[in-house]
């Protein structure tokens, strides 16, 4: 792993990092305040201050600074907004491999840890790893959640979420089957996904998987995309690589987005 041994000061962070890079060349920051360390003076350099024809030198680029965080003014105004990691960077993930600017697109697929609260749509088991107690003794409830990424904004996203509900597809009671549609991966047949007396009129969405791709990367055939729902999600989150929705169904991803009376870019 090579590094650089330069502090850089983030007045978006207010803190400063020092970037070094993993065995596949990706990023990985290095944030004062979570390592307890005081830069030095002669160690503390700011890209800001640097003259446009200074030379880097460093293997880290500049480049490789991390994105700034969504504002505490529009966080406040988002629909089920959820937050990132700043202090580890946008590449602390589930999947090490993709960096934010890239990896976030409009029909990109992706997994990643969600937290809520017990009651919400989880209830609590105490018998159950996945539930823990919080401050004021309030239960929470992690799970790994998957969405498609349907506008990309700075430094967010909004993502309409994919689940089986319990493999139960639109059947599960309370679901809405109009505001959701199969989806699937290119291999799989979407005429099979669909239990008998699902009443669901869009027409499928198909996924090509994330190359290379392990077992956790496919979806199953009960998966079905929820339009009438949408995340705010930052891009400093820890997520897997699920692949894209291919070119081909983009529009109809677009069209069954603004059925729901959402803004699609």
Same mark, same amino acid.
């Given at each position: 792993m090579s590094s650089s041994s330069e502090w850089v000061w983030s007045p978006v962070h207010n803190d400063y990092y020092r970037v070094t890079l993993d065995r596949n060349g990706q990023p990985v920051y290095d944030w004062a305040k979570v390592a307890g360390q005081? +830069?030095?003076?002669?160690?503390?350099t700011s890209q800001v201050a640097q003259p446009e024809d200074s030379r880097n030198d460093s293997p880290v680029e500049a480049e490789a600074e991390p994105p700034a965080p969504?504002?505490?003014?529009?966080?406040?105004?988002?629909?089920?907004?959820?937050?990132?990691? +700043?202090?580890?960077?946008?590449? !602390?993930?589930?999947? +090490?491999?993709?960096?934010a600017r890239q990896f976030f697109k409009k029909g990109r697929v992706f997994a990643m840890?969600?937290?809520e609260p017990t009651g919400e749509t989880a209830w609590? !088991?105490?018998g159950n790893d996945a539930h823990t107690t919080v401050r004021f003794g309030k239960s929470v409830y992690t799970q790994i959640r998957r969405f498609v990424a349907v506008s990309v904004r700075? &430094?967010?996203?909004?993502?309409?979420?994919? &689940?089986?509900?319990g493999r139960q597809g639109t059947l599960k009671r309370g679901c809405n089957p109009g505001e959701h549609a199969v989806i699937c991966n290119t291999h799989v047949n979407p005429r099979r996904c669909y239990l008998q007396?699902?009443?669901? =009129?869009?027409?499928?969405?198909?996924v090509e998987p994330p190359n290379p791709a392990d077992e956790d990367s496919y979806l199953s055939q009960l998966t079905r995309l929820r339009f009438g729902k949408t995340y705010a999600i930052e891009w400093n989150v820890k997520v897997k690589d699920l692949g894209m929705v291919?070119?081909?169904?983009?529009?109809?991803?677009?069209? =069954?987005y603004e059925d729901e009376d959402r803004e699609f870019e």
């Open positions: 005081v +830069p030095t003076v002669q160690l503390i969504v504002p505490p003014e529009t966080r406040a105004v988002l629909p089920n907004f959820v937050a990132g990691t +700043p202090q580890t960077g946008w590449l !602390d993930r589930l999947d +090490p491999r993709p960096q840890l969600y937290t609590y !088991d105490p700075k &430094s967010f996203v909004y993502a309409c979420p994919i &689940s089986t509900y007396g699902e009443h669901i =009129y869009k027409e499928a969405i198909q291919v070119p081909e169904d983009m529009p109809k991803l677009r069209q =069954y």
